[in-house]
T-cell receptor, first 112, second 114 residues
Framework: EAQVTQNPRYLITVTGKKLTVTCSQN?????MSWYRQDPGLGLRQIYY???????DKGDVPEGYKVSRKEKRNFPLILESPSPNQTSLYFC???????????FGQGTRLTVV | AQSVTQPDIHITVSEGASLELRCNYS??????LFWYVQSPGQGLQLLLK????DTLVQGIKGFEAEFKRSQSSFNLRKPSVHWSDAAEYFC????WGGGNKLTFGTGTQLKVEL
């Protein structure tokens, strides 16, 4: 089954404690991205990757890092989480031009 | 830069009534347009998409949407709403250029009264 898998689904952490949210896709997609969803703001892109070792900033990249060492994986790293990064995070992958993006189930992060 | 406006934050309809959710976009070229639905505690499910061709597109769960270039709109419709349609709906415009970015609207929360 074609899918994008995020882990963990829920995470509560403390300010400043580094964390990683993993994202993996099994569709051999070149393009992957991360979004955060906040009430009243919709989804906003954090980072994206066009291919292995190629990443770039989206609209709200501050406080986040990503890496793309393998085609299937695109982890999101918060080096020093802060409460304003409490949000619902979605990973997405996409194939060729005229195709839609596939989303993971989301990771609800709470930073206290 | 592309943008999407969903002017209705909340909409309440009675079960069995018709539904129209509004979406206006701004994009310099031919847009790729999408509607996603998010049920409480769930991820995003694609309802329908428009890339080119027929401007009236059919999706899952009985939904349809019409692309109107002259109005920069992509409104979502359903003839008869079911209680299970209660969810949040997002319109998005895709730019498959260098950024390959989906830009989302702020969402419309649909409540269905029995």
């Amino acid at each position: 089954e074609a899918q994008v898998t995020q882990n963990p689904r829920y995470l509560i952490t403390v300010t400043g404690k580094k964390l990683t949210v993993t994202c993996s896709q099994n569709m051999n997609h070149e393009y992957m991205s991360w979004y955060r969803q906040d009430p009243g703001l919709g989804l906003r892109q954090i980072y994206y990757s066009m291919n292995v070792e190629v990443t770039d900033k989206g609209d709200v990249p501050e406080g986040y890092k990503v890496s793309r060492k393998e085609k299937r994986n695109f982890p999101l790293i918060l080096e020093s989480p802060s409460p304003n990064q409490t949000s619902l995070y979605f990973c997405a992958s996409k194939g060729e031009m005229n195709t839609e993006a596939f989303f993971g189930q989301g990771t609800r992060l709470t930073v206290v | 830069a592309q943008s999407v406006t969903q002017p209705d934050i909340h909409i309440t309809v009675s079960e069995g009534a018709s539904l129209e959710l509004r979406c206006n976009y701004s994009y310099g070229a031919t847009p790729y347009l999408f509607w996603y639905v998010q049920s409480p505690g769930q991820g995003l499910q694609l309802l329908l998409k428009y890339f080119s061709g027929d401007t009236l597109v059919q999706g899952i769960k009985g939904f349809e949407a019409e692309f109107k270039r002259s109005q920069s709109s992509f409104n979502l419709r359903k003839p008869s709403v079911h209680w299970s349609d209660a969810a949040e709906y997002f319109c998005a415009v895709g730019a498959w250029g260098g950024g390959n970015k989906l830009t989302f609207g702020t969402g419309t929360q649909l409540k269905v009264e029995l």
